[in-house]
């Protein structure tokens, strides 16, 4: 079955870092792109950062990017966010999702097969 795992979510302070990570089981890593979506209670999931097969491609949402760093180590079937810069507004439960499809919107997590469970991220002022 399966699995993607996420963790490194916590409470840190404005302006400081965290880095989370996704641990995928079940299937082949490295023909999944993978992304980063973050939601909070009664909105929308919102895109944050995908990462290609590979990882030589990445893409991030206008509201992170210059701040968050998307990046997937396939030796290791784990995909991360770095997170610096961090502001109260990014505070959400970030998920990681994992997609087997070509030509996709990458915004649309309708295009996502498979997702974690979600790690909180809480960032105070």
């Known amino acids: 079955q399966v699995q993607l795992i996420e963790s490194g979510g916590g409470l840190v302070q404005a302006g400081g870092s965290l880095r989370l990570s996704c641990a995928a089981s079940g299937l082949t890593f490295s023909s999944y792109a993978m992304g980063w979506f973050r939601q909070v209670p009664g909105k929308e999931r919102e895109f944050a950062a995908h990462i290609s097969r590979g990882g030589s491609v990445t893409y991030y949402a206008d ?29 959400a439960v970030y998920y990681c999702a994992a997609t087997g499809r070509y030509f996709s919107d990458k915004y649309n997590a309708d295009n996502y097969d498979y997702w974690g469970q979600g790690t909180q991220v809480t960032v105070s002022s």
């Open 63 to 91: 509201s992170v990017k210059g701040r968050f760093t998307i990046s997937r180590d396939n030796a290791k079937n784990t995909v991360y966010l770095q997170m610096n810069s961090l502001k109260p507004e990014d505070t």
